[in-house]
């Protein structure tokens, strides 16, 4: 009984580094094995299967299923696509022009690129494709989902689409070579408009560009507020996400990433001195597909109180994919952290929350009536001479909206981030004049 019991305490004092080898050993024992089973499903498929089937596609759609079950974003690849994805981050590349996902087994639009072929034939964020060419997307990888949307530039595609409150319908959309103007710009008013359609190695610079050409447009009458619109910009690279928020910032984080596995791999960007709009009154427009480096822009500017977000909801995405180069067999897309914005949110599946909704909208012009102003009115007293030159309303703009930009006018959610600035302004000039009297 005494030898029993020594024993059993000499056990239960090497229990835990006993435990731990025991666990690696058998966690090793499983993985052989279940590498065996691999090889050996791998020789039945050679040996069995019908038709004739070569081991680097065998191999490759493996090493594609492994990676696409971790989660949305990881996947596999091949030299051809690991070409086209290097040649789309400097900003030009063949296809549709759409930003995709996958959701439930369907893919679905994150955003389609402005002035491609996807977006000139109406596709939206939140649409499901469920076929293309009449095959069932249903079974397929993302990548050989996005495989057999790419194709020969004049080439037609007919995607079957799922829209919310709409049955499904047929789009045909011709494959065209698709280059991205990363930034446009141009001057509302005194108001400065500028559209990132998304983050490739141009948009840095271009955004200076941009900025340089508003403030000298604008002349002595200086910038009255910035308008960034991020709208249907599905992302991009991580570090010029950072460069645009850190232009607009003089201080702080911009974004924080790191993976509960290795947390000493945390990384921290700080924004640095040297902003470029001065401390302009901001709004950031967002919507369902503003994704990944949008959302760390739009985050980054919100948690810092250096800009107002209107709009929707934003897409979600807040992981990071790091390309590992494979020598002679492509790459690897795999999500190695997350990232959290300044004030240490995760937007993960949530997005970014615009301090002001405001929903898309049609804009129409109503009609006035025959006694529709004071002026109008039988027996109106007639106006004073010394008011006879003023007319009510903000300078440079006519009843029916911006003088000259009928874009402006149709698009009611870029009206009101316009109007907000001006109304910003406004309130800044008669604070400071009211001060000055004082």
Same mark, same amino acid.
């Given at each position: 009984m005494f030898v029993a019991v020594v024993t059993a305490l000499l056990i239960a004092t090497a229990t835990p580094q006993a435990q731990a080898q025991s666990a690696d050993a058998a966690t090793d024992g499983d993985t052989y094995r279940l590498l065996n089973l691999f090889g050996d499903v791998f020789e039945r498929v050679r040996a069995g299967y019908v038709d004739d089937t070569s081991d680097? !596609?065998?191999? @490759?759609? *493996?090493?594609? #299923?492994?990676?696409?079950? &971790?989660?949305?974003?990881? /996947?596999?690849?091949?030299?051809?696509?690991?070409?086209?994805?290097?040649?789309?981050?400097?900003?030009?590349?063949?296809?549709?022009?759409?930003?995709?996902?996958?959701?439930?087994?369907?893919?679905?639009?994150?955003?389609?690129?402005?002035?491609?072929?996807?977006?000139?034939?109406?596709?939206?964020?939140?649409?499901?494709?469920?076929?293309?060419?009449?095959?069932?997307?249903?079974?397929?990888?993302?990548?050989?989902?996005?495989?057999?949307?790419?194709?020969?530039?004049?080439?037609?595609?007919?995607?079957?689409?799922?829209?919310?409150?709409?049955?499904?319908?047929?789009?045909?959309?011709?494959?065209?070579?698709?280059?991205?103007?990363?930034?446009?710009?141009?001057?509302?008013?005194?108001?400065?408009?500028?559209?990132?359609?998304?983050?490739? !190695?141009?948009? @840095?610079? *271009?955004?200076? #560009?941009?900025?340089?050409? &508003?403030?000298?447009?604008? /002349?002595?009458?200086?910038?009255?507020?910035?308008?960034?619109?991020?709208?249907?910009?599905?992302?991009?690279l991580l570090s010029q996400a950072v460069a645009v928020a850190d232009a607009f910032l003089d201080r702080g984080e911009i974004v924080s990433t790191g993976s509960s596995r290795r947390p000493e791999e945390s990384q921290r960007f700080n924004a640095r001195a040297g902003e470029i709009a001065s401390g302009l009154p901001m709004v950031v427009l967002i919507n369902a597909g503003s994704a990944s480096a949008s959302e760390i822009v739009a985050g980054a500017l919100q948690d810092h109180g250096r800009a107002l977000v209107l709009g929707t909801k934003s897409f979600g995405k807040a992981s990071v994919q790091t390309v590992i180069p494979l020598t002679g067999y492509g790459a690897i897309r795999l999500t190695t952290a997350r990232y959290y914005t300044p004030g240490g949110r995760s937007i993960q599946a949530k997005g970014i929350e615009p301090d002001i909704v405001v929903e898309p909208a049609r804009i129409e012009t109503v009609a006035q009536t025959a006694h529709s102003r004071e002026e109008n009115l039988r027996g109106a007293l007639d106006r004073p001479e010394q008011d006879a030159g003023f007319e009510g309303g903000a300078p440079g703009r006519s009843d029916d909206g911006e003088a000259g930009a009928p874009s402006v006018r149709q698009d009611y959610q870029l009206l009101r981030a316009i109007d907000l600035i001006r109304g910003i302004a406004l309130y800044s000039d008669k604070t400071a004049s009211v001060a000055a009297m004082r």
């Open positions: 680097k !596609e065998l191999i @490759e759609a *493996a090493i594609s #299923g492994m990676l696409s079950s &971790l989660d949305p974003h990881s /996947g596999y690849l091949s030299a051809d696509s690991f070409r086209e994805m290097q040649v789309q981050t400097r900003g030009a590349f063949g296809g549709l022009g759409i930003e995709v996902t996958m959701e439930n087994g369907l893919v679905k639009v994150v955003s389609p690129i402005d002035d491609t072929p996807a977006y000139r034939a109406g596709l939206e964020p939140g649409d499901l494709i469920t076929h293309l060419d009449g095959e069932a997307v249903l079974g397929m990888t993302l990548g050989d989902a996005v495989e057999k949307m790419r194709g020969r530039v004049g080439s037609e595609i007919v995607l079957t689409v799922r829209r919310d409150g709409r049955e499904p319908f047929d789009v045909a959309i011709v494959r065209d070579t698709i280059r991205i103007t990363s930034v446009r710009s141009r001057l509302e008013g005194q108001v400065g408009y500028i559209r990132i359609s998304s983050f490739n !190695e141009q948009t @840095e610079e *271009a955004l200076k #560009g941009a900025m340089r050409d &508003l403030q000298s447009e604008a /002349g002595n009458g200086g910038l009255a507020g910035i308008v960034l619109d991020l709208r249907n910009n599905p992302g991009g």
